[in-house]
């Protein structure tokens, strides 16, 4: 496999990652608001709200989520990592890392299901590619 389809695929699934959780946890954000009787422009705050939380999980997940990747990637490649489902728990154990630092179990949380529904996608496009 070539840098240029690595650099590829990786920009794809960091793009649809980045989407998909941001709208989830805005939706969870703006639960409380869409429940209310007199709640207006909605839609206007629901895209406010998701272009704050695009920049923020774009940057994690574009930065360090590339970065572990690649470099989980890496040892499989050279087999230290020989099967598939240890290289998903090794991105699941390295996206609750940070929340695991500042002993913030929400943040661990959200980062081990973000990180999972990283390396699900990136799997996804990879046997896609190969086909």
């Known amino acids: ?19 998909i959780i941001s709208i989830i946890f805005t939706y ?3 639960v409380d608001k869409i429940e209310m009787e ?3 422009n909605l839609g206007g705050e629901f895209l406010g709200w998701l272009f704050v939380y ?8 574009l930065i360090y989520g590339n ?3 690649v470099g989980l990637e890496y040892l ?11 290289y998903v728990l090794f991105h699941g154990m390295f996206g609750s890392l940070i929340g ?5 179990f929400e943040f661990a949380l959200a980062g081990m299901v973000v990180a999972l529904f990283y390396v699900l996608i ?3 496009v990879y046997v896609r590619e190969k086909v």
């Open 122 to 124: 990136d799997r996804w």
């Open 38 to 40: 007199n709640s207006y």
């Open 67 to 69: 970065l572990v990747s």
């Open 76 to 86: 499989q490649k050279k087999w230290v990592i020989k099967h598939t489902w240890l």
């Open 54 to 61: 695009s920049m923020y999980v774009g940057a994690i997940v």
């Open 100 to 104: 695991l630092l500042f002993q913030a």
């Open 1 to 19: 496999m070539d840098v240029k389809s690595l650099v590829k695929r990786k920009i794809t699934v960091t793009y649809v990652t980045t989407l």
């Open 28 to 30: 969870w954000y703006m």
